[in-house]
């Protein structure tokens, strides 16, 4: 009896997932609860466990895209774990290589879903003519939202046809390899060659025969070599994805770049897009945290920062302006009554907003622990979809790259954005005197559609009353 290993529902506007990483190994016994493969959406990667003990089958190799639902892997009791031979046959199409003459092989672009027809060769790890070994990463491609890293499916000499910053067409030949030219640098291949005709029980003038030939391809090694590289010649004029043109530089933009470009853009025209600003003086806010802050760490270790205050202060503002808790659905207005922030967060593959849940019933040291575990998930690539989907209203903290002012731009369907920006001393009138205070520009970004300029600049004063004394914030703590 086998299990069959399917990819899960990853939420209502993800169809598809990317087989990103095997973490055990086709015909491997595996146990309940273990990690048997990564599995990345958008922005986000799950790992899958083990739903049963027994011998596990990959069905569908990595890099490829596949459907939600579709089964993966299956996981053979331990009546299917007598037969390895079975098991061991789907390894074959890793990178679905075509053998043609000679023992080349063809490196073909996989299948990534039924809506990608193309993809972007982003990086070659090899250089042409290099040898390469079984499982070595040979090239990174990226589609619109994935990037799959293709191994090499035998060892062999690599002959790169498709340089870096071209865009092919799925099952496009972006290179060969020569599996014959393995003997020549491998020679710890050949016993997986010269089992076959020992067990063949081969007489000895053929044993000499065939360790004879293993002179042979030295020389042919040589001959190969030219044969390449007089090939190469017409690659490496265009391999580079870098053109210098005089005074200018030309490259091509990635299909994940021209993916958010395109966002980006929608965003801007299924929204009538407007922004007010404002500025809040952060003294009170700076003050209180230097009061409380070794009594915060105390008592909750983690430090009081500042995002928590601004979390707070949105919520409030949330609740005395209603419309700004909304979205437009066709022709009907969503009103909002629960309070879930996204908080913006920097990574090394982009920008994603993590959503707070609640914030309005949390206090400083749950708001400022979960942003830390945010943080944390991010930078080990454990963030997951339920973390980034919900939100009413999102934060995006310019200020930590040094942003003076920016417009930030909607994450649609919300109507409504703040931008933080970085603290500056600048003078200021207080009470007829100038006095230099630390200041920080507010902006924020909202859906004109569904509020009104009045509501969006009541929001912001709103927020900014908060931040400027802050101390009945501060008793939720």
Request: with cysteine; proline share 7%.
């Amino acid at each position: 009896m086998s299990i069959d290993v399917k990819v899960p529902a990853a939420g209502e506007s993800i169809t598809s997932a990317n087989v990103a990483r095997w973490h055990k190994k086709n015909g491997d016994p595996v146990k309940v609860g273990e990690i048997l493969v990564t599995l990345e959406t958008d922005k986000v990667s799950n790992e899958l466990e083990a739903p049963a003990a027994g011998t596990l089958e990959i069905l569908v190799v990595e890099g490829e895209e596949v459907s939600i639902g579709s089964v993966i892997a299956r996981i053979a009791g331990e009546a299917g774990a007598v037969a390895p031979t079975a098991v061991a046959a789907p390894v074959a199409p890793i990178s679905s290589p075509a053998m043609v003459a000679n023992g080349v092989i063809e490196l073909k672009v996989p299948a990534a879903g039924e809506s990608i027809t193309s993809a972007n060769v982003a990086k070659w790890r090899k250089n042409d003519g290099d040898m390469v070994v079984k499982g070595e990463v040979l090239v990174t491609l990226e589609t619109d939202k994935v990037s799959n890293e293709l191994e090499a499916p035998v060892s062999g000499r690599l002959k790169i046809l498709t340089p870096e910053g071209e865009e092919v067409s799925i099952g496009a030949i972006i290179a060969t390899i020569d599996a014959s030219a393995t003997a020549t640098v491998a020679p710890a291949s050949a016993p997986l060659v010269t089992p076959p005709p020992q067990a063949v029980v081969a007489p000895a003038p053929a044993a000499k025969a065939v360790a004879t030939p293993a002179p042979a391809p030295a020389p042919s090694a040589d001959a190969v070599k030219p044969d390449f590289s007089a090939p190469v010649s017409p690659v490496e004029r265009v391999v580079p994805s870098v053109v210098s043109e005089g005074r200018t530089t030309r490259k091509k933009m990635s299909m994940l770049r021209r993916k958010i470009a395109t966002h980006l853009v929608n965003a801007q025209q299924t929204a009538a897009i407007l922004t007010t600003f404002n500025e809040v003086d952060m003294s009170s806010v700076m003050d209180l945290r230097k009061q409380v802050q070794d009594d915060f760490m105390k008592k909750h270790g983690v430090k009081l920062g500042f995002m928590s205050f601004f979390v707070k202060a949105v919520a409030q503002a949330l609740k005395d302006v209603p419309s700004v808790n909304g979205r437009i659905d066709g022709t009907d207005i969503i009103e909002n009554h629960f309070y879930d922030i996204g908080v913006a967060i920097g990574t090394e593959k982009g920008l994603i907003v993590p959503v707070l849940r609640d914030v309005d019933q949390k206090s400083f040291a749950q708001i400022e622990k979960e942003i830390l575990d945010y943080a944390k998930k991010a930078k080990d690539g454990k963030i997951t979809l339920e973390d980034l989907t919900g939100g009413v209203f999102t934060i995006s903290n310019g200020g930590t790259y040094g942003s003076l002012l920016s417009t930030p731009i909607l994450n649609p369907p919300q109507s409504g954005i703040l931008g933080m920006h970085t603290i500056q001393q600048r003078p200021v009138a207080v009470n007829g005197q100038v006095v230099i205070r630390p200041m920080m520009y507010l902006a924020l970004s909202y859906d004109h559609r569904l509020v009104d300029g009045k509501e969006a600049v009541t929001f912001l004063i709103r927020i900014k009353d908060c931040l400027e004394s802050p101390t009945r914030l501060l008793l939720e703590m």
